[in-house]
């Protein structure tokens, strides 16, 4: 089939939403809308569930529109791959653009060669990056970089739950939080915010080095500071650096 649109395929774009950030998830073919799929060529099997388009494929849904080279899809097993040049862009002013976009089983979404994820909210960039819809599961691999109003963070590895708000990076992870007063690094940092209302804390692992309002240096093996009080406590026999704040001489005839 040639310039023909295929309705009927629901892929959607769902969010997933941990404590830290967000990303968009196209491929997802449950969704209860029409989608409208069209390409330079198209080929579908009724027999066996295999769709295959190729040239501009755009698929359009409610507003989302998500577009690549390659399309390889099978309706019965929901696997199949978007592959070149990938770009969905949602209504609520979300975009993803990666190399290639997998899904496996209808649930499982994995962007590979780059993924670079903006959104009003948030920004994620990273080589590789796997979310289970049924889970709430991310996983990244390679230099991951996450911006949020509250800062910065960057690890080799990062892993995130939406349902518990839960955050890991590992690897060379340092965050820069201007929101906080706060800086630092460690081979692993924790992340939980189990309550909506709180800004949740943090727990540095590992050649820990946190940098609080600027001059006081808190560094140890385990560092752990509560992000609503600034508290922080430090395991291993810590070493804790006050630097005394400059009182500004009187102007000369005042």
Known sequence: MKKRQLIGWCLGFSMVA?????????????GSAAVEISAD????????GNVSASGNVVALQKGDRLQGDRLEYNMDTQSGALIGN???????????VTSRLDLSGGSIYTGSGGVNYTS????????WLQY????????????????????????????????????IGRGNVDFNSPA???MGRANRVDYTKNNPNSQGHIVLTGNAHLVYQGDNMLTGPKITMDLDTG??????????????????????GK
Do not use: C
């Not at 060529?41 to 066996?48: A, G, S, V």
């Not at 990938?86 to 993803?96: E, H, I």
């Open 18 to 30: 941990s404590s830290y950030f967000a990303v968009a998830a196209p491929f997802e073919p449950s």
């Open 41 to 48: 060529e198209m080929d579908y099997n009724w027999k066996t």
């Open 86 to 96: 990938v770009v969905a862009n949602r209504v609520d002013g979300s975009t993803l």
């Open 120 to 127: 009003p909210a948030n920004s994620v960039q990273a080589p």
């Open 132 to 167: 289970d819809s049924s889970s709430g599961y991310i996983r990244t691999e390679g230099r991951t970089t996450i911006r949020r109003a509250e800062g910065t963070m960057k690890a080799d590895q990062i892993e995130a739950w939406e349902k518990s708000g839960q955050m």
């Open 180 to 182: 906080h007063s706060a």
């Open 231 to 252: 508290y922080a406590q430090a395991e291993g026999r810590p070493t804790l650096v006050i630097t005394p704040q400059q009182k500004k001489e009187p102007e000369a």
